[in-house]
């Protein structure tokens, strides 16, 4: 029999996006207050319905210009001034997770260093960058003294499952630079270790650690005092993408 495709169900496909910056040595997410139903009034992770025309990254890398006005980059290539990491995080399926249709939402994290303050778009009235704790937590008051409530949909299980994929990437790999402007310092690079993780290193063995793999950190033939102290040596990252051994998190 010939293929039939009325006879399965329509449904809807949308990219949602886990946004991490590190923010006055925190790790926050962007954040957008709904401004339409579903959930108008409460918080959400970005993103949209995708194309009819484009693909998943597509779709992605439009919603992460819209929102921040960066550009993803190929995480192979050196790191651009006005580029971000972005790669796809996981899909979500469940059939009562928006109550409008059947939707299917495919998840993508983002990376960026330090951002300037969001704009809101599409059915966003507010956007924000909120400490990923914050977010996370059910009850309370946050930092305005706002009651806090479940993120949207399922964004906070989204947002939780971004966090960990950062937190257990920069054991092994080089995401951490991602967080960081193109010339860094050691220094620079463990407080985002320090954010990302929620925990104090001690700063020899964390030099030792990352500048004792070839290739990791490169020179980058300059000095900078915007630390404070003792003009420090910049880096940027080099072509090994492994850490070898990895820095394992600490327990805590």
Not at 46 to 72: I, K, S, W
């Amino acid at each position: 029999m010939p293929y039939d495709p009325s006879a399965f169900p329509p449904f809807a496909v949308t990219v949602d996006l886990v946004v991490l910056t590190v923010r006055r040595h925190a790790l926050c997410a962007l954040a957008v207050r709904r401004g339409e139903q579903p959930f108008q009034g409460r918080w959400a992770l970005p993103g949209g319905f995708v194309r009819p025309d484009e693909d998943l990254a597509q779709a992605a890398a439009r919603e992460l210009e819209e929102e921040t006005g960066l550009r993803a980059h190929d995480p192979a290539a050196p790191a651009q001034d006005n580029g971000a990491h972005l790669e796809q995080l996981a899909t979500y399926g469940d059939p009562k997770r928006d109550p409008r249709m059947r939707v299917v939402s495919v998840a993508h994290l983002a990376l960026a260093p330090d951002l300037p303050a969001p704009r809101a778009g599409g059915d966003a009235n507010i956007a924000r960058w909120a400490p990923v704790e914050e977010l996370l937590q059910q009850d309370g008051y946050g930092r305005d003294s706002e009651p806090l409530a479940p993120l949207a949909f399922d964004h906070a299980q989204i947002l939780a499952d971004g966090v960990e994929r950062a937190r257990s990437k920069i054991e092994y790999s080089s995401l951490a630079t991602a967080f960081c402007p193109p010339e860094f310092t050691v220094g620079e690079l463990r407080r985002v270790y320090e954010a990302v993780w929620g925990v104090a290193l001690d700063p020899r063995n964390f030099h030792r650690k990352v500048t004792g793999t070839p290739g990791f950190l490169v020179p980058a033939g300059g000095t900078t005092t915007r630390q404070g102290g003792r003009p420090a040596q910049l880096f940027r990252a080099g072509g090994a993408t492994l850490l070898n051994p990895p820095m394992l998190r600490p327990e805590v």
